[in-house]
C-alpha cells in the first residue's frame, strides 16, 4: 500500500526560490508533494486542510486549525525588502485611498498598522482584483506585494518600503511568512525538510542565473532584501505584529 505524500504549498514568488530548489530538483519527491499558488490562495488551503504544511503569511496563523511553525526558515527582511511597496504619486500624507493587494493578508495588516501608528494617517482602503495596478492615480495610492512590486519600483515618484518602515518603528526584523503544518508531521520528515531547504540556500547564484530576471538585481533581492533565518529576533518581531492583529 502507498504511503500518502505530505502536501506542501509554497508561494509562487520568486523570494521563495532560494527556499525550494533542492525540492523542485527532486529532493524529499517520494515524500511530499509540491504545489505553489500566490500567498492567500496558500494559506487558505492550509486553512481547508487541502495541504498538510504551507509557507504562509504570518498574518493567517491564528487561523489555522493546530497551527505549528516546522522550520527555522522564513521570508524575513532585516533592511528594506523591496517588494512589499505602498506605491503612490504623492507623499503619503496626500493619499487620500488606498487600494490592497488581493495576495497577501499579512501585508495588508501590516500597512494598516503602519499607516495608524507610524505615519498617522487613515486613508479609505479599497479592495482589489486582478490588474488593480493601473488604477494608482493622484491620491489613489496601492499595496503591492510580490514580483509584481519589483516590476514597479520605477514607476513611482513614492514607493513605501514595508519592511523598512516596520524597522524603523519597532527596531525589529519582519517576519513576512513561515512554514507552518496544521497537524503533528514526523520528525524524520521535519528534519529532512529543513536539511533541504538549507541546502536550497546554498545555490542563490545558480538560482539566479537560472531565473534571468533584468529588472531587479536578484543578487541583491536574495542576499540583502530577504533574510532567511528564523532567528530569535524574528520571532520576537513575529510575535509584536501578532499581537498588534489580535488588538
Not at 500500500?1 to 524529499?28: C, D, H, Q, W
Not at 487561523?63 to 506605491?87: D, E, H, K, M, W
Not at 503602519?114 to 494617517?121: C, V
Request: charged share 20%.
Amino acid at each position: 500500500m502507498a504511503i500518502r505524500k505530505i502536501k506542501v504549498g509554497a508561494v509562487s514568488y520568486l523570494n521563495t526560490k532560494p527556499l525550494v530548489y533542492a525540492f523542485e530538483n527532486g529532493a524529499m519527491a517520494n515524500e511530499m508533494e509540491l504545489m505553489f499558488d500566490y500567498p492567500s490562495k496558500v494559506a487558505q488551503m492550509l486553512i481547508n486542510d487541502e495541504i498538510d504544511l504551507g509557507l504562509v503569511p504570518v498574518a493567517v496563523i491564528p487561523r489555522v486549525s493546530n497551527a505549528q511553525i516546522v522550520s527555522n526558515f522564513c521570508i524575513g527582511a532585516t533592511n528594506p525588502v523591496a517588494s512589499v511597496c505602498l506605491f503612490s504619486q504623492v507623499p503619503i500624507q496626500e493619499i487620500k485611498s488606498v487600494i490592497l493587494d488581493y495576495q497577501s493578508r499579512t501585508s495588508v495588516a501590516l500597512l494598516k498598522i503602519l499607516l495608524k501608528d507610524f505615519w498617522k494617517t487613515s486613508p479609505d482602503f479599497i479592495a482589489s482584483e486582478v490588474g488593480f495596478e493601473k488604477d494608482i492615480n493622484g491620491t489613489t495610492a496601492a499595496l503591492i506585494i510580490g514580483d509584481r512590486a519589483l516590476l514597479e519600483l520605477k514607476h513611482y515618484s513614492f514607493a513605501y518600503d514595508l519592511a523598512e518602515a516596520w524597522q524603523q518603528m519597532t527596531n525589529l526584523p519582519f517576519v513576512f511568512a513561515v512554514w507552518v503544518a496544521n497537524k503533528s508531521l514526523p520528525e524524520e520528515f521535519i528534519s529532512q525538510f529543513n536539511l533541504s531547504i538549507k541546502n536550497s540556500l546554498t545555490h542563490i547564484d545558480k538560482i539566479v542565473e537560472s531565473i534571468g530576471f533584468q529588472e531587479y538585481d536578484l543578487n541583491v533581492y536574495f542576499k540583502e532584501n530577504i533574510d532567511y533565518i528564523l532567528d530569535d529576533k524574528k520571532m520576537e518581531g513575529l510575535k509584536l505584529f501578532l499581537s498588534k492583529i489580535e488588538n
